[in-house]
């Protein structure tokens, strides 16, 4: 099939998955479009939960193996929509609708792709295509539930909006629950141990703490209170605040690092990270991909947002169509252009690293 026929097929899938209703969790409908997909191109495919996969039709285990990878679930539509999220609109070159730009035309563009490469024999990677579940949540039945069943990865190509610009590295999370104690009272009375009047110079340090490594892709570590809760009534001084931290990891260190230096250096009573799963990813700059897509006139940069990459032991690069400052917005949207570029330069890229 013609890379122009994949192209329309593809843009017809999305503005069927646009139609569809798929928040994380809940991606029952887009799966069966996905497996459609498949079957009407001839490509045996396996489907665990909600994600759809398959493999090369040559497949050859003494080959490494490349992941294409991106997600069919949708976070829930703001509420300063003034389109219907679940209505694909076609205005002005631009396609409307809830997950087109994140990360549905990146997942046509890889569907696309991976049928163009899929008959092709002698290929130096094998391909694996995942459209996984559960991105937008980090949920335990997306990609990285996959993992102990696709075969081993050696590198990936994650589909996020880069306008199609090589992401080199991406940042980690890591969000801590921490706790700023004080004596409680009543209102009326003196008390020179307040938690919350004790807040003010924990908040300081968290708005001044810097650390020390920085990295040439992703710049330094950025750590943010976002939430802060405390108090029952008007006349008790509680007990202690809570507060949320928000840390966003280079790839210069392990969230465990990132763990160990707030919990022996923060003033808080006591901070506890929610989870040390979500670490930060990166790809060399001299892997055959980076190069390609150097060579191809594609900028590198690092991401600040995180994706599907941070469940990946290997090397990985995100790619695709779109731009992420689009996403999670109202009126959401990507161009059809950005599209057919979008499959043309993953074609190129491929062609000039596995053929």
């Known amino acids: 099939m013609s890379i122009e026929k994949l192209t329309e097929n593809a843009i017809s899938l999305l503005k069927n998955l646009i139609e569809t209703q798929s928040f994380s969790s809940e991606e029952?409908?887009?799966?069966?479009?996905i497996e459609g997909w498949f079957t009407e191109n001839e490509i045996p495919f396996q489907r665990t939960k909600n994600n759809v996969w398959a493999i090369n039709k040559y497949f050859d285990e003494s080959k490494p193996t490349m992941l294409l990878n991106s997600h069919h679930d949708t976070v829930h539509p703001n509420s300063a929509y003034t389109n219907?999220?679940?209505?694909?609109i076609v205005k002005d070159g631009k396609l409307f609708g809830l997950g087109s730009n994140d990360a549905g035309g990146c997942l046509v563009s890889l569907l696309a792709t991976f049928t163009h490469f899929y008959q092709q024999e002698?290929?130096?990677y094998n391909l694996v295509i995942v459209a996984s579940a559960e991105e937008e949540s980090s949920g335990p039945n997306g990609l990285n539930s996959m993992l102990a069943i696709i075969p081993h990865i050696d590198v990936a190509i994650v589909g996020e909006p880069t306008l199609m610009n090589l992401a080199v590295a991406e940042k980690g999370l890591v969000v801590f629950d921490a706790i700023v104690e004080g004596t409680p009272s009543?209102?009326?009375h003196p008390n020179n141990n307040n938690s919350i009047y004790n807040t003010i110079e924990v908040l300081q340090w968290f708005k001044d703490f810097k650390f020390n490594k920085t990295s040439e892709a992703l710049g330094d570590v950025k750590m943010t209170v976002t939430q802060i809760n405390a108090g029952s009534q008007h006349n008790v001084v509680p007990a202690h605040v809570d507060l949320v931290v928000d840390v966003r990891v280079n790839d210069?260190?392990?969230n465990q690092e990132i763990a160990t230096i707030l919990q022996e250096k923060s003033p808080c009573t006591k901070i506890t990270p929610r989870s040390l799963r979500l670490n930060s990813s990166a790809i060399s700059t001299e892997h055959d991909l980076v190069k390609a897509g150097i060579a191809m006139g594609r900028e590198t940069y690092g991401s600040p947002t995180l994706s599907d990459q941070a469940c990946l032991s290997c090397q990985s690069l995100k790619l695709g169509p779109g731009d992420s400052t689009r996403s999670h917005s109202a009126n959401e949207f990507i161009y059809l252009a950005e599209i057919e570029e979008g499959i043309e330069i993953y074609v190129e890229l491929l062609n000039r690293v596995i053929v």
């Open 28 to 33: 029952e409908r887009t799966a069966l479009l």
């Open 186 to 188: 009543h209102a009326a």
């Open 252 to 254: 210069a260190y392990s």
């Open 84 to 88: 219907d999220p679940f209505k694909a």
């Open 122 to 124: 002698n290929l130096k």
